[in-house]
Nanobody
Framework: EVRLVESGGGSVQAGGSLRLSCAASEITFYPYVIGWFRQAPGKEREFVAS????????RYADSVKGRFTISRDYAKNTAYLQMDSLKPEATAVYYC?????????????????WGQGTQVTVSS
């Protein structure tokens, strides 16, 4: 059974940085996508970034381009989300998700596996 575990959330002031990790287990099929989503109170879950495990191809939401970087450690089966120049509107629970897919979907409904989420709070 695929299992995704996020870590690295916390509180930071605006302009600061955080790095989230998503450790994936039991992923033996190819191709595979890891995505990051976030959900603020009272809002829908929104796409942040995604990466193809094997090729490393990436996709970003326009709102985070140039400030967030998604990457993966192939050997450790772990994906990362480096978040720089954080803004208060980035405050949300961040989830990593997985799907057996060769493209980079941005719709949360496309993903089959989800982590439990990690809280990110950015204060002004």
């Amino acid at each position: 059974e695929v299992r995704l575990v996020e870590s690295g959330g916390g509180s930071v002031q605006a302009g600061g940085s955080l790095r989230l990790s998503c450790a994936a287990s039991e992923i033996t099929f190819y191709p595979y996508v890891i995505g990051w989503f976030r959900q603020a109170p009272g809002k829908e879950r929104e796409f942040v970034a995604s990466i193809l495990k094997y090729s490393g191809a990436t996709r970003y939401a326009d709102s985070v381009k140039g400030r967030f970087t998604i990457s993966r450690d192939y050997a450790k089966n772990t994906a990362y989300l480096q978040m720089d120049s954080l803004k208060p509107e980035a405050t949300a629970v961040y989830y990593c998700a997985g799907i057996r897919e060769s493209k980079l979907p941005t719709n949360a409904r496309a993903y089959d596996y989800w982590g439990q989420g990690t809280q990110v709070t950015v204060s002004s």
